[in-house]
C-alpha cells in the first residue's frame, strides 16, 4: 500500500545528493523514547522525499507521531536511528534552512508585527535598508501592511498566525514546517488562512511540510498527503492529492460537493481511523 | 406617573463624582473630622495636635533649612541603599534565574538568609560598620535586595519556553537571547520587584534611623518623641509617607512607559 505512490517523488529509491529537485530527504528514521519495558516506539521506518515546490500535507489522529516526526525533520529531536537530509546534506540540528510556523504564533509580544517579521534576519545582522524592504514585503505578502506598526495584542488571531507565518518565510527557509498551524483558529477564519496560505504557497513556490488531522485541509492544500498510523507511528499511505490545482477555477463550497472529493475525504478518514497496519 | 418621574431623574444635578477623585474623599473627610474634634477640644493636642498645627511645623522646620537636611540625607540614604541592593540583586537573581547551576548552588542559602528578619541585623552591622551611615545604607540594601532579587530570579525562569524556542530557532547568540528575549520577557516581574524593594527600602531607612542618628526623618520622629512634640513627629510621618509616595509614583510611570506592550486590564 505505502509502495504505490512513489512514483510522486522520483528519488526515493536513489541517494538524496544525485537528485537536484529533492530539499528534504528523511532516511530510514526510528524514534524511541524511555527505555527497558517502557520504551515507546514513536516513529518506524519513515522514509519520505519532499522536492522543490511540494506541499506535503501529514495526516493522523493524535498521538500518530507527526508532531514527532516534526520535530525530527527541524531537527529539535535526534533520531533514535535514520538521517534527515536537506539538499543532500546532513541536517541534526535547527538551522536557517529549515522554518518553523507552530500551532500558536509565538509572536514576541513586546515587538511590533514589523518588528516580529523582520526579527531573524536582523538579528543575523541584515541591514535597515534590505531589511525594510523584506518586511514590507513579507507583511504585504501575508496582507498585513495596514498592522505593521501595530502590537501582536491587537491583532485577531488569524492576522497574528500570518504574522507568524511571514516571520518564518521573511528568514527564507528552504523548506517550512507548519504544526496544525490553524488548529487554534475558529472555522470560518481557518477556511480563509486556508486559502490564503494556499496564495502564499503559489506564489513563493516553497516547499512546505504542513501537519493537521484535518482531512478537507489536507484536501486543500496539498500535492501530496501522507497518512500516519499510530503505534508505532509509521506512514500507511502516500496519495497525490487530485484536486490540487481544482481550487484555481473553484470555490471551496463546489469543491466540497464534487462527488470524487466527498469519496475521497470518506477514504481518507476511515484511512487514519482503521487499526490494522498497511 | 410614569411621564413625572421621567424628566425629573433625567435633570439630576448631581452624577457621580468623578473616578480620578474618588480616593480623595475619605482623607479629605477624615482630616476635616480629625481638625474639627481638635479644635473643640475633643482631643488632647499634647497626644493628637490638629493638622493645621502639623502643617505649621512643617513650615517652621522648612523655614529654619532644617527640613531640607533632614529630608536630603534620608533621601541620600534609601537612594544609595536602593541602589546598592538593587544592583547585587540583580546580579545575583540573574544569575540563579538563568543558570542552574548557580541556582542549585546560590539560592538555598540566599532563601535561608531571606528568613531572618532583616532589622535583626541591626547589633551586628553597627557592631561591624560603626553607627555612621555605612550601617544604615547595608541595612536597607539588604531590605531592598531580597524582593528585586525574588522577582527577578522567578521572573526569568518564567519566561515563556516557546518565545525562547522562537530565539533559537532563528539562532541568536546567549547574548542576543538575553537581551532580545530574556531582558523583555523579565521586565514586568523585575519591575514589580524594584518597586516592592523601594517601599521596603522606606521602611529600613525609618528603622535605621532609630536606631541612632543625628540627622534624618527618623531622627525627627525620635526627637519630637523625646522632646514630647507630637506635632514634630506626625510631620515625619507626613514627610515618610510623602516622599515613600513620590518615589513610587516615579518608579510607577517609568514601568508603565516601559511595559507600554503589555496586553492587561488595568491598562484599558
Known amino acids: 500500500m505505502s509502495f504505490s505512490s512513489r512514483t510522486v517523488s522520483p528519488a526515493t529509491s536513489q541517494s538524496p545528493s544525485l537528485s537536484q529537485d529533492v530539499v528534504v530527504a528523511l532516511r530510514d528514521i526510528n524514534l524511541h523514547f524511555g527505555n527497558g519495558a517502557q520504551q515507546v516506539e514513536a516513529l518506524r521506518s519513515i522514509n519520505l522525499d519532499l522536492v522543490a515546490g511540494d506541499f506535503v500535507c501529514v495526516l493522523g489522529s493524535s498521538g500518530c507521531g507527526k508532531t514527532s516526526l516534526l520535530r525530527v525533520l527541524a531537527g529539535y529531536q535526534p533520531p533514535t536511528a535514520g538521517a534527515v537530509y536537506i539538499d543532500g546534506k546532513s541536517h541534526s540540528a535547527p538551522n536557517a534552512a529549515v522554518g518553523v510556523v507552530f500551532q500558536r504564533p509565538n509572536l514576541l509580544p513586546w515587538l511590533s508585527i514589523a518588528d516580529n517579521v523582520g526579527f531573524g534576519p536582523k538579528m543575523q545582522g541584515e541591514p535597515d535598508f534590505t531589511l525594510r524592504q523584506r518586511v514590507a514585503h513579507y507583511l504585504d505578502l501575508v496582507g498585513l501592511s495596514d498592522a505593521s506598526q501595530r502590537l501582536p495584542h491587537q491583532l485577531s488571531g488569524g492576522m497574528q498566525q500570518r504574522a507568524a507565518i511571514a516571520r518564518t518565510l521573511a528568514a527564507n527557509p528552504r523548506v517550512v514546517l507548519m504544526d496544525e498551524p490553524f488548529g487554534a483558529l475558529d472555522a470560518l477564519t481557518r477556511e480563509s488562512m486556508q486559502l490564503h496560505l494556499r496564495k502564499i504557497w503559489q506564489q513563493t513556490q516553497k516547499t512546505i511540510f504542513f501537519i493537521t488531522h484535518d482531512v478537507e485541509e489536507a484536501l486543500i492544500l496539498a500535492t501530496r498527503i501522507v497518512v500516519m498510523h499510530a503505534h508505532p507511528g509509521r506512514i ?34 476511515a484511512g487514519i481511523h482503521s487499526v490494522e497496519s498497511g | 406617573m410614569s411621564s413625572l418621574s421621567l424628566p425629573r431623574r433625567s435633570t439630576k444635578p448631581h452624577r457621580a463624582i468623578p473616578r480620578s477623585l474618588q480616593g480623595w474623599l475619605l482623607p479629605i473627610a477624615l482630616v476635616v473630622a480629625w481638625e474639627l474634634l481638635s479644635r473643640l ?57 538563568y543558570s542552574r547551576t548557580a541556582h542549585a548552588y546560590l539560592d538555598p542559602l540566599l532563601q535561608a538568609l531571606r528568613n531572618i528578619p532583616s532589622i535583626a541585623w541591626v547589633p551586628l552591622f553597627i557592631l561591624w560598620l560603626g553607627i555612621y551611615e555605612s550601617s544604615k545604607v547595608t541595612l536597607i540594601a539588604v531590605g531592598v535586595f531580597f524582593p528585586v532579587y525574588l522577582n527577578l530570579m522567578s521572573g526569568i525562569q518564567g519566561v515563556d519556553r516557546k518565545l525562547v524556542e522562537v530565539g533559537k530557532i532563528y539562532r541568536l547568540s546567549q547574548l542576543q537571547l538575553v537581551r532580545r528575549v530574556f531582558l523583555p520577557a523579565t521586565l514586568p516581574a523585575y519591575l514589580v520587584g524594584l518597586r516592592n ?30 522632646t514630647g512634640r507630637p506635632a514634630v513627629i506626625i510631620a515625619s510621618i507626613v514627610l515618610f509617607a510623602l516622599l515613600g509616595k513620590l518615589t513610587d509614583s516615579g518608579l510607577s510611570a517609568v514601568s508603565q512607559r516601559l511595559l507600554y506592550w503589555q496586553d492587561s486590564y488595568g491598562a484599558g
Do not use: C, K
Open chain 2, 41 to 97: 477640644g475633643l482631643v488632647a493636642p499634647n497626644l493628637l495636635p490638629a493638622p493645621t498645627t502639623v502643617l505649621q511645623t512643617i513650615l517652621v522646620i522648612a523655614r529654619s533649612g532644617e527640613l531640607f537636611r533632614h529630608v536630603g540625607i534620608t533621601l541620600y540614604r534609601v537612594v544609595l541603599g536602593f541602589g546598592i541592593g538593587t544592583l547585587v540583586a540583580t546580579v545575583l537573581g540573574a544569575l540563579t534565574g
Open chain 1, 236 to 269: 500507511v499511505q502516500q496519495i497525490p492529492n487530485p484536486f490540487r490545482d481544482v481550487l484555481d477555477h473553484m470555490s471551496t463550497t463546489e469543491l466540497r460537493t464534487m462527488p470524487e472529493f466527498v469519496r475521497l475525504r470518506q477514504q481518507l478518514i
Open chain 2, 197 to 226: 524593594g523601594l517601599g521596603l527600602g522606606w521602611m529600613f531607612v525609618v528603622a535605621a534611623e532609630l536606631m541612632g542618628a543625628s540627622q534624618g526623618l527618623g531622627y525627627l520622629l525620635i526627637d519630637g518623641q523625646t
